[in-house]
């Protein structure tokens, strides 16, 4: 192949169908293509062509590349769904400002801040479920971590705000049609019926009520370090303040990305957990190891930390992460020209097996015995677009999990294997994954 050309193998033909296929599983999907086309390989999606690589050093290439030579994908979709000032759609100068502003609020100390609040939140919850009766872990994973999420943006002293705000976003996350974010010609009313009419009633009502919590907080004269009292009083370096359309974009984000995410990881780990019966008593024996189960403690067990690295690998919740070229970029033997998107296959990444030998198992002790690249393990993507919530994010899973294991013994309820499935942008498990508690402990 001469260089400096651009013809990078074509994939399956046709638009419609790949993208539906995508959109059904993606993982089936995306390692099918690659096998049958090579690695990388172009996909025609509905939103346009795309560049799709498994591979770590094309990896390595478009997330070392110049941030300013890349746009967000698809902003058409996202601007509607999020609003215009997220994160998630805006680029160059105002993409940097944004992230220096917000990156703070979910790093380093501030976020071991967060440890007492997570935990007690899934002491809460896993009470409340219980009694309940049948604990489905999905359902009591988003409860866990909408709660987690709503009470760092927001502060946890209304109990009653905290929950008005959790039901609102639940309804909001429940009409995320898959559909709507993959093609904005789905963006269409229909008498009230369309995935479209469900997802902007569900969202009016949420905004209604971030609406009154901004227009407080914004009065309120009581000092406050939550989420949204920072971004209330941020400056920009320029001493610039967030707009309140802004702020808006961003609690949706945050809600948005920050929570069902982290509970389809979390499900996943109790899955494979209990389908490993050595991993699960290794774990076991770490935690009983540890004197309690104070955040600090459950942070420095290295088998739990494994535990959620394993997890996130072999279902990463974002299949393949997208960015449209605004500059030319070499990759690899291919010249892409601009207006083209790439996508680093975070699934073909993880599954390679020559950096993952077995990729199907579960095997938390990969992580012990070796470290990974930033482009052969990304779950949280990488470059200039990495996610923000990746150490809170991971802080959480380890909170969480140690906290619930410690001091609980669980079983599957159903032996049927559970698959990955698509939700919205994420994929999650097939099944809710019903458990049941076998002991305290
Ligand atoms: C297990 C949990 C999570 C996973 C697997 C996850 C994964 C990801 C991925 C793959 C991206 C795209 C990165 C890219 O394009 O390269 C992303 C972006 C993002 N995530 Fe997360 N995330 C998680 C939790 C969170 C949390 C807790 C927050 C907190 C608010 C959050 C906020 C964001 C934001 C704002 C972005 C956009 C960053 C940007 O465009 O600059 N995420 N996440």
């Given at each position: 192949?001469?260089?400096?050309?651009?013809?990078?193998?074509?994939?399956?033909?046709?638009?419609?169908?790949?993208?539906?296929?995508?959109?059904?599983?993606?993982?089936?999907?995306?390692?099918?293509?690659?096998?049958?086309?090579?690695?990388?390989?172009?996909?025609?999606?509905?939103?346009?062509?795309?560049?799709?690589?498994?591979?770590?050093?094309?990896?390595r290439?478009?997330?070392?590349?110049?941030?300013?030579?890349?746009?967000?994908?698809?902003?058409?979709?996202?601007?509607?769904?999020?609003?215009?000032?997220?994160?998630?759609?805006?680029?160059?100068?105002?993409?940097?400002?944004?992230?220096?502003?917000?990156?703070?609020m979910?790093?380093?100390?501030?976020?071991?801040?967060?440890?007492?609040?997570?935990?007690?939140c899934?002491?809460?919850?896993?009470?409340?479920?219980?009694?309940?009766?049948?604990?489905?872990?999905?359902?009591?994973?988003?409860?866990?971590?909408?709660?987690v999420?709503?009470?760092?943006?927001?502060?946890?002293?209304?109990?009653?705000?905290?929950?008005?705000?959790?039901?609102?976003?639940?309804?909001?996350?429940?009409?995320?049609?898959?559909?709507?974010?993959?093609?904005?010609?789905?963006?269409?009313?229909?008498?009230?019926l369309?995935?479209?009419?469900?997802?902007?009633?569900?969202?009016?009502?949420?905004?209604?009520?971030?609406?009154?919590?901004?227009?407080?907080?914004?009065?309120?004269?009581?000092?406050s370090?939550?989420?949204?009292?920072?971004?209330?009083?941020?400056?920009?370096?320029?001493?610039?303040?967030?707009?309140?359309?802004?702020?808006?974009?961003?609690?949706?984000?945050?809600?948005?990305?920050?929570?069902?995410?982290?509970?389809?990881?979390?499900?996943?780990?109790?899955?494979?957990?209990?389908?490993?019966?050595?991993?699960?008593?290794?774990?076991?024996?770490?935690?009983?190891?540890?004197?309690?189960?104070?955040?600090?403690?459950?942070?420095?067990?290295?088998?739990?930390?494994?535990?959620?690295?394993?997890?996130?690998?072999?279902h990463?919740?974002?299949?393949?992460?997208?960015?449209?070229?605004?500059?030319?970029?070499?990759?690899?033997?291919?010249?892409?020209?601009?207006?083209?998107?790439?996508?680093?296959?975070?699934?073909?990444?993880?599954?390679?097996?020559?950096?993952?030998?077995?990729?199907?198992?579960?095997?938390?002790?990969?992580?012990?015995?070796?470290?990974y690249?930033?482009?052969?393990y990304?779950?949280?993507?990488?470059?200039?677009?990495?996610?923000?919530?990746?150490?809170?994010?991971?802080?959480?899973?380890?909170?969480?999990?140690?906290?619930?294991?410690?001091?609980?013994?669980?079983?599957?309820?159903?032996?049927?294997?559970?698959?990955?499935?698509?939700?919205?942008v994420?994929?999650?498990?097939?099944?809710?994954?019903?458990?049941?508690?076998?002991?305290?402990?």
């Open positions: 192949m001469k260089k400096n050309e651009f013809r990078v193998p074509h994939g399956p033909a046709g638009k419609w169908r790949p993208t539906l296929q995508l959109i059904r599983n993606p993982r089936e999907a995306l390692e099918s293509w690659a096998k049958d086309y090579g690695d990388p390989f172009l996909l025609n999606a509905l939103n346009g062509p795309v560049v799709v690589t498994g591979r770590e050093d094309l990896i290439t478009i997330h070392a590349q110049d941030p300013n030579d890349y746009a967000p994908f698809a902003t058409g979709t996202i601007v509607p769904l999020m609003g215009s000032g997220s994160m998630l759609i805006l680029e160059g100068d105002a993409h940097r400002r944004e992230r220096r502003l917000v990156m703070p979910f790093h380093g100390d501030r976020m071991k801040s967060y440890g007492a609040s997570m935990q007690q899934a002491k809460e919850q896993f009470s409340a479920h219980r009694e309940r009766g049948q604990v489905v872990a999905l359902e009591l994973m988003t409860d866990i971590s909408l709660e999420i709503v009470r760092t943006i927001f502060g946890g002293n209304d109990r009653q705000l905290a929950v008005q705000l959790m039901n609102a976003s639940r309804v909001v996350v429940a009409s995320a049609s898959p559909l709507l974010f993959f093609s904005q010609k789905t963006h269409v009313p229909f008498f009230g369309s995935p479209w009419d469900r997802w902007r009633k569900a969202k009016k009502e949420l905004f209604h009520l971030l609406d009154s919590v901004i227009e407080d907080r914004l009065k309120s004269s009581i000092p370090d939550d989420i949204l009292s920072l971004l209330c009083n941020a400056k920009y370096e320029d001493g610039q303040s967030i707009t309140r359309e802004h702020i808006y974009s961003e609690l949706m984000t945050f809600l948005f990305a920050g929570h069902e995410t982290t509970a389809l990881s979390l499900t996943w780990a109790i899955y494979h957990l209990h389908k490993n019966s050595v991993s699960l008593s290794t774990l076991r024996n770490e935690l009983d190891s540890l004197e309690d189960d104070s955040p600090t403690n459950l942070t420095t067990a290295p088998y739990l930390k494994a535990v959620v690295q394993e997890t996130l690998r072999i990463p919740i974002v299949t393949e992460t997208l960015r449209k070229l605004k500059a030319p970029l070499q990759l690899g033997d291919y010249l892409l020209p601009a207006g083209m998107s790439v996508a680093p296959a975070t699934v073909l990444a993880h599954h390679n097996p020559t950096t993952y030998p077995e990729p199907e198992l579960f095997r938390p002790e990969r992580f012990l015995e070796r470290s690249s930033p482009f052969e990304m779950p949280f993507g990488g470059g200039h677009r990495r996610c923000i919530g990746a150490a809170f994010a991971s802080y959480e899973m380890v909170i969480v999990l140690g906290t619930l294991l410690k001091k609980f013994e669980f079983e599957l309820v159903d032996s049927e294997p559970v698959v990955p499935k698509r939700r919205n994420t994929i999650g498990p097939s099944t809710g994954v019903p458990i049941r508690v076998i002991r305290d402990r």
